[in-house]
C-alpha cells in the first residue's frame, strides 16, 4: 500500500484510532501497527525484484527482421 493509501485506512477505521501516522518511522512499521491493531498476521513479501534474463537467441529476431523487409519490397 501506498503512504496515502495507509492514512486513509487508519483515518476511515475506528478501530485504528489509537494509531498516530505522524509517529511511524517508515510505511512498513506503520503497516505493522496496523496489522498489529487489526490482529490479523502481516502478509509475507510476495518476490523479490531481479532484471529478466535476456532472451535466447532463437533466430525469431532475425527472422522478423527478413519478414519485414521482404514486405518492404513488394
Known sequence: MTSNELDALVDGDDRLHGIDVNKAESDEQLADWICEDLKIDK???????????????????????????????R
Open 43 to 73: 502478509a509475507p513479501p510476495t518476490s523479490t525484484r531481479r532484471r529478466a534474463e535476456p532472451p535466447a537467441d532463437d533466430g525469431a529476431a532475425d527472422k522478423l527482421r527478413e519478414m519485414r523487409e521482404s514486405r518492404g519490397r
